[in-house]
């Protein structure tokens, strides 16, 4: 399975963007799309996960109420919108997908086997 991430950018604070994550085949009924990010010279840290089959979603406490991850089945694609970004979301942004992860498990990046190749966001004061 390839991840292909897309949809980075510089924009302002408060403006937005949207992610679009393609996997090269269509994701298992029991695999799970996720986002990560990693700020220079930072830990790569959770930020959101979908459950491919169901769509159930979990996300980081720093990025609730203004992220939003969906999927589309169709287009084996998964989107993270972006909304009112702060200067601390700039990152590299990774998608990954793991399979039969447990709700426990789903911030784990460790958990996750296939990852796209990240794209850059970065958010200015």
């Known amino acids: 399975v390839q991840l292909q991430a897309s949809g980075g950018g510089s924009v302002e604070a408060g403006d937005s963007l949207s992610l679009s994550c393609v996997a090269s085949?269509?994701?298992?009924?029991?695999?799970?799309m996720g986002w990560f990010r990693q700020a220079p010279g930072k830990e790569r840290e959770f930020v959101a996960a979908?459950?491919?089959?169901?769509?159930?979603?979990t996300y980081d406490d720093s990025v609730k109420g203004r992220f939003a991850i969906s999927k589309d089945t169709y287009k084996n694609t998964v989107y993270l919108q972006m909304n009112n970004l702060e200067p601390k979301d700039t990152a590299v942004y990774y998608c990954?997908?793991?399979?039969?992860?447990?709700?426990?498990?789903?911030?784990?990046?460790?958990?996750?086997?296939?990852w796209g190749q990240g794209t850059l966001v970065t958010v200015s004061s």
């Open positions: 979908i459950k491919w089959s169901g769509g159930s979603s």
């Open positions: 085949g269509r994701p298992a009924v029991n695999a799970v």
């Open positions: 990954a997908m793991g399979l039969g992860l447990i709700t426990s498990s789903l911030r784990s990046d460790s958990r996750y086997s296939y």
